[in-house]
């Protein structure tokens, strides 16, 4: 395995690890983090055949999920892999470290099927964003109807937001999301989130999980 | 007014004197100049904007000052100024129009734009919900309260920075109570409502397809948060159903001089008094067809208003309000006419004349009444603008001359004035019944409805359907009639208009300019139509309407731009290396919505100076480039050479596993789409590129294709172009270079061109592809995205060794057009077949390709099509410009017949010289012939030679 801190992830210029522990307003109605590095992962296959749904299942304990727009995986998305709905023989699997390879063993799984397994995780940046506005934030850009009636954990969704195309996966209720967008966007779309959240106070984070305004859970390099 | 201000600004044609004439947006003639420096917003009308300590406002198109101006004396010339005048006056000679248009143009426009860049932030809001309710007036809030009570998701909007709509300048009663403490009670109700949200300020202003409709708010912001908060925000609104719930405006009575400063409507002075406790003057002639300007009297007199007469041009009277009238001691002239106001910068009198029996005439006696003010109505016109956008059909109601809502076409109920219930009660009634109405639609029903609040409903008389004064006997009428008081346009110029055939009303709109002004005509389309139609004697449905266009009040182009203003204009996309090439101070070029560096100068060196260098380290020692951006398509599937052998011009069935192939695309009109270098990684496994640019319309296409087409094809697609950073070595030293970083045997033998490797570089893992676009033997070198900037300084490092040279774009081009490799995009231009660029080698004639039947049509098959070549100038130290076109015979003069253009030109260090290359008509016929690019202060003379410059055998490439 090559050296880790060789790597940079998508939004590793900002400076966001030094930005978070600087001393910040408490009152942030939007808290934004980089959650770098996370194993992502394509995969195309039929998900009309049960065989199909079943190899994935034994693999990674969760079966893609069928119905549109939704995403399967442990109760609050935390951690674990996680299986997004793209297309009715498209999905994203997200979960884990990167350079831990776990699409390896899918691949073997599903070797001897029409299927495709891709290493796609470092096409997409993944930004967290969470805080009593990130609705609101959201809503300046992006097209969907975000209400909690119409949208609410465990959905997806690829859409736009400002000018970027992006997979909108809501979290939690509080409401947190992750935004998957491509890598060469990120910059761009961080930057258009940080203008847009600006109103609200905006406290930059080291964790994903980091969505009451306390900071816990790993701080990754 | 308060303090007797009562000329605000200055007509747009004849710079006459204006004062205020409603109390809304439906203001034609108060303009102002509001605020100033960068934040100034030019031509806002007075009666929509808010008071705020501080405001500057200034009066627009008059100099040196609204009560002298200069342009008054446009007035005096105006018998020399009909309806078409520039059209008829500024025609000859036509070339003459160049040098007119300037000063017409600057006689033109009312306010000023801003110089300075805004400093305001302006914000886009996307919203859905069941229900949106336009307007918060009675209708509206009760609309509201209906749907709000059912649980839908309800968003109120009104224009006005207060709700109530109408009930805000009357004092009606509702439930025996003050109307506004109705409202009151109401705005308390929808506020506790959690799925109901109040924008108040907030006009809506377009309707568009799928209920999507777009509203303006004003926020108003102190001038701390200037640059913080967002000072408008645009909602842009999803409605399952609309409640439309917009009003009625009133309208005029047109005689003549009726834009003297002190005619206003009548609801509009009512307005003044109950709303903002302002007499709209001292002496009010009160002039109507209808009942409702009675009310503005009785209000009138009751604040002490001096109220000479009211004057109705019906010859009956309305009971119980002429009662009310006379008891304030107002005299009631039934069956009289206001025929002409006197008076310049204010009205000092108007002539009265009694009509004849059948109203038909102005011929009986005649008076004069002193007064600075005049009252007008001529009855309502519902607000249907939305309606109308919404695609809507209008009906005209002939007993209220105006038209109102009848068939709807998207999913939206009218409510209220807009719908032509011109009463309170009836107005509640309306807002309730649609409200839950449109509530039930979206899916929400709610049990017993409360008892609706009620309120007087008056007998009312009918109006008279009169909109101008009738004539005096002769028929002749004296002075300016206005009818578009905007834009200065008067009942003589739509009746000159149709007598010189603008018959039809969208003609006659542009002849005269007749509701193009910025009130686009609220308060005076009704009348032209209506003018239009007896001139040509036609009833006013047969007339029709005009286009009800968006917006329907001014929209700030801040508001439209939101926040994609400076750098977040558009995205930028950067590689994973950006940062390496900003420190190296490199200049960026804009490829799609790449930066990408174009060339790394250093400390004095010119463009030209810098891209020769690197050129000649690309071709001398080695040279690197950022390739990250080329489009990266990951293929898998047992059909995936089929799928291939489909949609490239050549052949795939024979590609081995580690070996790579160029491949050509042709759309299915036969012409050259894309092109790159496509991988077979396994069995049935394939990596496509494509050119940086065309990375997303390829995968869409070939989806397309899939998906559409060939749905039995096994294969899988997915992007991968972010997935990798991609460093590309060229040179003769490359293979040194990297051999010192990989365990990788690289020789020829083992590693040829067109090879593909996995492999570890630099310890990491890699995919190395042995293709080069410069001629040289070249190594592109793909790692993970992360480790990018890993992968490039190190091959930095370790390069210094070799004179390693980082080159940009513009080197990239050279090079490549050095070896007369096409970039598509640039040598194409979707109307070039592989053919017309000498490729007939990668076209296969043994199978079926995209495009592959056009290719035999008989145009595709012309000899004299352009095909491309390369040009050497006689001069070698002469740059063609690119795109300058080829002719083959040098005339002492244009026209001359054109063969061809320049596709790409550049100086070559390498070569010593200039070189081009070009698409000429029947080009390789004329190899060794000199062709002539004309231009503006030359003529070059080039000869025309085959594409490729630089070691045409490719020698170099294998080595």
């Known amino acids: 395995m090559p050296d880790r801190y060789r790597r940079q992830s998508p939004l590793a210029h900002l400076g966001l690890v030094a930005r978070a522990s600087e001393d910040q307003s408490a009152e942030a109605g939007v808290v934004m983090a980089e959650?770098?590095?996370?194993?992502?992962?394509?995969?195309?296959?039929?998900?009309?055949?049960?065989?199909?749904?079943?190899?994935?299942?034994?693999?990674?304990?969760?079966?893609?999920?069928?119905?549109?727009?939704?995403?399967?995986?442990?109760?609050?998305?935390?951690?674990?892999?996680?299986?997004?709905?793209?297309?009715?023989?498209?999905?994203?699997i997200v979960g884990g470290d990167v350079d831990a390879e776990p699409s390896g063993a899918l691949r073997l799984a599903l070797s001897d099927r029409h299927a495709a397994v891709v290493d796609v995780s470092d096409g997409r940046a993944v930004i967290a964003l969470s805080g009593p506005n990130a609705r609101d934030v959201l809503a300046k850009g992006c097209p969907l109807d975000l209400h909690p009636r119409a949208f609410g954990p465990g959905r997806c969704a690829q859409t736009v937001l400002a000018k970027a195309h992006v997979i909108l996966h809501q979290i939690d209720a509080s409401p947190s999301y992750e935004i998957y967008v491509h890598r060469s966007f990120a910059d761009y779309l961080w930057s258009w989130l940080e203008d847009a959240a600006g109103e609200f106070g905006v406290r930059i984070s080291n964790s994903r999980s980091d969505r009451n305004g306390l900071l816990g859970g790993r701080v990754t390099p | 007014m308060a303090i007797g201000v009562s000329v605000v600004g200055r007509s747009f044609k004849y710079h006459r004197p204006r004062g205020v004439f409603s109390a809304g947006v439906e203001e034609p003639i108060a303009l102002i100049q509001l605020g100033s420096g960068p934040q100034t917003q030019p031509n806002m009308p007075a009666t929509a904007v808010e008071l705020s300590d501080g405001l500057v406002a200034n009066s627009v198109h008059c100099w040196p000052n609204v009560n002298r101006d200069i342009g008054a004396l446009a007035q005096w010339l105006s018998p020399f100024m009909p309806a078409g005048f520039y059209y008829k006056t500024f025609m000859w000679p036509a070339r003459r129009w160049m040098v007119y248009e300037r000063y017409i143009r600057n006689a033109a426009g009312l306010g000023t734009a801003p110089t300075e860049a805004d400093p305001d932030i302006y914000d886009k809001m996307h919203v859905h919900c069941d229900v949106l309710v336009i307007g918060g007036g009675p209708a509206g809030l009760a609309a509201a309260l209906a749907a709000g009570r059912s649980g839908a998701r309800v968003i109120v909007a009104d224009q006005q920075p207060e709700f109530g709509g109408q009930l805000l300048g009357e004092r009606l009663e509702i439930d025996g109570g003050p109307a506004?403490?109705?409202?009151?009670?109401?705005?308390?109700?929808?506020?506790?409502?959690?799925?109901?949200?109040?924008?108040?300020?907030?006009?809506?202003?377009?309707?568009?397809?799928?209920?999507?409709?777009?509203?303006?708010?004003?926020?108003?912001?102190?001038?701390?948060?200037?640059?913080?908060?967002?000072?408008?925000?645009?909602?842009?609104?999803?409605?399952?159903?609309?409640?439309?719930?917009?009003?009625?405006?009133?309208?005029?009575?047109?005689?003549?001089?009726?834009?003297?400063?002190?005619?206003?409507?009548?609801?509009?002075?009512?307005?003044?008094?109950?709303?903002?406790?302002?007499?709209?003057?001292?002496?009010?002639?009160?002039?109507?067809?209808?009942?409702?300007?009675?009310?503005?009297?009785?209000?009138?007199?009751?604040?002490?208003?001096?109220?000479?007469?009211?004057?109705?041009?019906?010859?009956?009277?309305?009971?119980?309000?002429?009662?009310?009238?006379?008891?304030?001691?107002?005299?009631?002239?039934?069956?009289?006419?206001?025929?002409?106001?006197?008076?310049?910068?204010?009205?000092?009198?108007?002539?009265?004349?009694?009509?004849?029996?059948?109203?038909?005439a102005a011929s009986g006696s005649r008076r004069s009444i002193d007064c600075d003010t005049v009252a007008v109505s001529g009855g309502w016109n519902p607000a249907v603008h939305l309606f109308s956008q919404s695609g809507g059909k209008l009906r005209f109601d002939n007993a209220r001359a105006c038209f109102v809502p009848d068939v709807s076409v998207q999913s939206e109920r009218s409510a209220g004035s807009?719908?032509?219930?011109?009463?309170?009660?009836?107005?509640?009634?309306?807002?309730?019944?649609?409200?839950?109405?449109?509530?039930?639609?979206?899916?929400?029903?709610?049990?017993?409805?409360?008892?609706?609040?009620?309120?007087?409903?008056?007998?009312?008389?009918?109006?008279?359907?009169?909109?101008?004064?009738?004539?005096?006997?002769?028929?002749?009428?004296?002075?300016?009639?206005?009818?578009?008081?905007?834009?200065?346009?008067?009942?003589?110029?739509?009746?000159?208009?149709?007598?010189?055939?603008?018959?039809?009303?969208?003609?006659?709109?542009?002849?005269?300019?007749?509701?193009?002004?910025?009130?686009?005509?609220?308060?005076?389309?009704?009348?032209?139509?209506?003018?239009?139609?007896?001139?040509?004697?036609?009833?006013?449905?047969?007339?029709?309407?005009?286009?009800?266009?968006?917006?329907?009040?001014?929209?700030?182009?801040?508001?439209?731009?939101?926040?994609?203003?400076?750098?977040?204009?558009?995205?930028?996309?950067?590689?994973?290396?950006?940062?390496?090439?900003?420190?190296?101070?490199?200049?960026?070029?804009?490829?799609?919505?790449?930066?990408?560096?174009?060339?790394?100068?250093?400390?004095?060196?010119?463009?030209?100076?810098?891209?020769?260098?690197?050129?000649?380290?690309?071709?001398?020692?080695?040279?690197?480039?950022?390739?990250?951006?080329?489009?990266?398509?990951?293929?898998?599937?047992?059909?995936?050479?089929?799928?291939?052998?489909?949609?490239?011009?050549?052949?795939?069935?024979?590609?081995?596993?580690?070996?790579?192939?160029?491949?050509?695309?042709?759309?299915?009109?036969?012409?050259?789409?894309?092109?790159?270098?496509?991988?077979?990684?396994?069995?049935?496994?394939?990596?496509?590129?494509?050119?940086?640019?065309?990375?997303?319309?390829?995968?869409?296409?070939?989806?397309?294709?899939l998906q559409t087409e060939w749905p039995t094809l096994k294969v899988y697609l997915n992007s991968v172009t972010e997935s990798w950073a991609t460093a590309s070595v060229s040179g003769p030293l490359a293979r040194a270079l990297l051999a010192g970083l990989t365990k990788t045997d690289l020789s020829a033998d083992a590693f040829p061109h067109l090879g593909v490797r996995e492999a570890v570089v630099a310890h990491l893992p890699a995919r190395i592809f042995r293709v080069s676009f410069t001629g040289e033997v070249s190594f592109e070198i793909s790692v993970p995205a992360r480790y990018g900037m890993a992968l490039w300084t190190t091959l930095m490092e370790a390069g210094?060794?070799?004179?390693?040279?980082?080159?940009?774009?513009?080197?990239?081009?050279?090079?490549?057009?050095?070896?007369?490799?096409?970039?598509?995009?640039?040598?194409?231009?979707?109307?070039?077949?592989?053919?017309?660029?000498?490729?007939?080698?990668?076209?296969?004639?043994?199978?079926?390709?995209?495009?592959?039947?056009?290719?035999?049509?008989?145009?595709?098959?012309?000899?004299?099509?352009?095909?491309?070549?390369?040009?050497?100038?006689?001069?070698?130290?002469?740059?063609?410009?690119?795109?300058?076109?080829?002719?083959?015979?040098?005339?002492?003069?244009?026209?001359?017949?054109?063969?061809?253009?320049?596709?790409?030109?550049?100086?070559?260090?390498?070569?010593?010289?200039?070189?081009?290359?070009?698409?000429?008509?029947?080009?390789?016929?004329?190899?060794?012939?000199?062709?002539?690019?004309?231009?503006?202060?030359?003529?070059?003379?080039?000869?025309?030679?085959?594409?490729?410059?630089?070691?045409?055998e490719g020698a170099r490439l294998h080595a």
């Open chain 2, 418 to 705: 807009c719908a032509g219930i011109f009463n309170l009660d009836g107005c509640l009634e309306a807002g309730f019944e649609v409200g839950a109405a449109a509530a039930a639609d979206a899916g929400f029903t709610h049990g017993a409805r409360p008892k609706r609040p009620r309120a007087e409903a008056p007998e009312e008389q009918p109006m008279r359907p009169l909109l101008w004064v009738p004539p005096p006997s002769n028929g002749k009428r004296f002075g300016k009639h206005f009818v578009d008081l905007h834009n200065d346009v008067t009942i003589a110029d739509i009746e000159l208009a149709r007598h010189e055939g603008y018959e039809s009303v969208e003609l006659t709109k542009r002849y005269t300019t007749l509701g193009m002004g910025l009130d686009q005509g609220k308060t005076g389309n009704v009348h032209g139509l209506a003018v239009l139609a007896e001139a040509r004697g036609n009833p006013i449905p047969a007339v029709g309407t005009t286009t009800f266009r968006p917006p329907y009040t001014p929209v700030s182009f801040g508001a439209l731009a939101g926040r994609d203003v400076g750098d977040l204009y558009d995205p930028s996309r950067r590689t994973p290396m950006h940062r390496w090439h900003e420190q190296a101070g490199a200049v960026f070029e804009d490829v799609g919505q790449w930066k990408r560096p174009r060339y790394y100068p250093r400390s004095g060196e010119t463009m030209g100076d810098a891209v020769d260098r690197e050129c000649l380290a690309a071709r001398h020692a080695v040279g690197i480039l950022d390739a990250s951006t080329l489009g990266k398509i990951d293929i898998q599937g047992p059909d995936a050479a089929e799928f291939l052998n489909r949609v490239y011009t050549n052949a795939w069935d024979r590609l081995p596993v580690g070996r790579c192939r160029y491949g050509l695309m042709c759309t299915d009109d036969g012409m050259v789409f894309d092109d790159g270098v496509t991988a077979r990684l396994g069995d049935a496994h394939y990596l496509m590129s494509t050119t940086s640019g065309g990375a997303g319309r390829v995968l869409s296409w070939l989806e397309e294709w």
């Open chain 2, 180 to 360: 506004m403490a109705w409202v009151a009670a109401a705005l308390d109700e929808l506020a506790g409502m959690d799925e109901v949200g109040l924008l108040p300020r907030t006009t809506a202003f377009g309707y568009y397809d799928h209920n999507f409709v777009a509203l303006l708010e004003r926020r108003p912001i102190a001038a701390a948060e200037t640059g913080r908060l967002a000072r408008e925000c645009l909602w842009k609104v999803r409605a399952k159903q609309v409640v439309l719930a917009t009003g009625a405006i009133e309208r005029p009575l047109i005689f003549a001089n009726n834009d003297r400063p002190g005619v206003m409507l009548a609801n509009a002075a009512r307005t003044y008094v109950n709303r903002y406790a302002v007499a709209p003057g001292n002496t009010v002639v009160v002039f109507t067809n209808n009942d409702d300007a009675y009310r503005t009297a009785i209000v009138l007199a009751e604040v002490g208003v001096k109220v000479p007469a009211l004057v109705d041009v019906r010859a009956f009277a309305p009971g119980a309000l002429r009662e009310q009238v006379s008891a304030h001691g107002i005299e009631v002239l039934n069956g009289w006419s206001v025929i002409n106001a006197h008076g310049g910068r204010r009205v000092r009198m108007v002539d009265v004349v009694a009509l004849d029996e059948a109203g038909a």
């Open chain 2, 800 to 952: 210094q060794a070799y004179g390693i040279t980082p080159f940009g774009t513009e080197a990239m081009h050279v090079l490549r057009a050095e070896k007369g490799y096409i970039i598509t995009g640039q040598d194409t231009d979707g109307s070039v077949t592989p053919i017309d660029l000498g490729m007939d080698w990668i076209v296969s004639k043994k199978k079926d390709f995209l495009g592959r039947r056009s290719l035999n049509r008989v145009d595709a098959m012309r000899p004299d099509r352009k095909q491309l070549v390369g040009l050497l100038t006689d001069d070698p130290s002469d740059v063609l410009p690119e795109g300058a076109q080829i002719v083959g015979e040098k005339l002492p003069q244009p026209p001359m017949p054109m063969i061809g253009h320049v596709t790409s030109s550049y100086y070559s260090a390498n070569l010593g010289r200039s070189i081009a290359l070009a698409l000429i008509k029947g080009g390789r016929d004329r190899i060794g012939k000199t062709v002539f690019a004309p231009l503006v202060d030359r003529t070059v003379s080039a000869v025309i030679v085959k594409p490729g410059f630089y070691d045409p």
């Open chain 1, 35 to 92: 959650c770098p590095f996370c194993a992502q992962t394509g995969l195309r296959g039929d998900g009309s055949l049960a065989r199909f749904g079943n190899a994935v299942k034994t693999v990674l304990g969760i079966a893609p999920p069928t119905e549109p727009n939704t995403v399967t995986g442990p109760e609050d998305f935390a951690d674990g892999a996680r299986i997004l709905w793209l297309g009715p023989d498209e999905w994203l």
